[in-house]
């Protein structure tokens, strides 16, 4: 189905499939294109509203009866790592970080593999090949980069990739689209390092925010995004910080959201490219 706005910004809604966080629930996608000398204005303006990026495409959740995917942010400035961060950084303290532009490489799709394998082989990207990761990767009509991290071979043979994460830059922050490491390096923590490493890419940068996607409570692979803090999610068309937000109102409301038409009246466009 398709909805219009002013402009020519046209939304769509996808068709119903199993929820990949809480069980026996149901998720939908409202989204929209993402193309033309105005993606990066419209990605900076629907990011901050609760929106996420998947190649040329912007989407928010709109699943009928359920809230419970919070876009989640964290407050660069107030963030002070405890002290399991702090052992995380120690541990990584030898990682090299290189920021490249979106261009997908084998070693990274090779890394990809592996970590779908280990972590996710069951998920709706397990059977990706290299052609689509280059598409995640390459199609991107705003300001992207590749961040790759690289440590020494135990061997002292060169050094090896580890983690890698598409990264957006918005006017505001930067935006985390999706990351994957070393399923054999548990002990380092490194997905843990690579959001700790953002927070300080977005503080050399000037940046407020660090952008995670979402948060969904009682999801036991969203967990690991509460523990950064001050962390901030949208709800009821604002950005409020975790601790001040009453989840237990968006589990009693889970019936109450808008219909897409309104939903879609009530979204903030660009005003020009």
């Known amino acids: 189905m398709r909805h219009s706005l002013p402009q020519s910004h046209q939304f769509y809604v996808t068709a119903p499939q199993p929820c990949p966080y809480l069980a026996g629930r149901v998720e939908r996608k409202l989204f929209t294109a993402l193309q033309g000398e105005g993606a990066s204005h419209l990605n900076d303006v629907l990011s901050h509203q609760g929106f996420r990026r998947s190649q040329n495409v912007l989407y928010r959740p709109s699943c009928a009866g359920c809230s419970a995917c919070l876009s989640a942010r964290i407050v660069v400035d107030g963030f002070v790592p405890g002290k399991g961060q702090r052992r995380v950084m120690k541990r990584n303290a030898g990682i090299e970080r290189v920021v490249t532009s979106p261009w997908a490489t084998e070693p990274q799709y090779a890394l990809f593999r592996r970590y779908l394998d280990a972590r996710h082989a069951t998920g709706g990207m397990a059977d990706m090949d290299m052609h689509e990761f280059a598409a995640m990767i390459e199609e991107t009509p705003v300001r992207s980069r590749v961040i790759e991290y690289y440590r020494r071979r135990p061997d002292g043979t060169g050094r090896e990739l580890v983690a890698v994460c598409l990264t957006d830059l918005l006017t505001d922050g930067v935006s985390m689209v999706y990351s994957f490491f070393d399923p054999e390096m548990t002990r ?71 219909t897409i038409v309104d939903q879609v009246a009530a979204i903030e466009l660009p005003t020009t490219k």
């Open 188 to 258: 380092d923590s490194l997905g843990a390092f690579v959001i700790l490493d953002h927070i300080e890419i977005a503080r050399e940068a000037g940046l407020p925010f660090v952008y995670l996607g979402y948060w969904v409570p009682g999801s036991a692979k969203m967990d690991y995004k509460a523990r950064y803090h001050p962390l901030e999610i949208f709800y009821e068309g604002r950005w409020s910080l975790l601790p001040e937000t009453d989840l237990s109102a968006i589990n009693r409301r889970q019936g109450d959201r808008a």
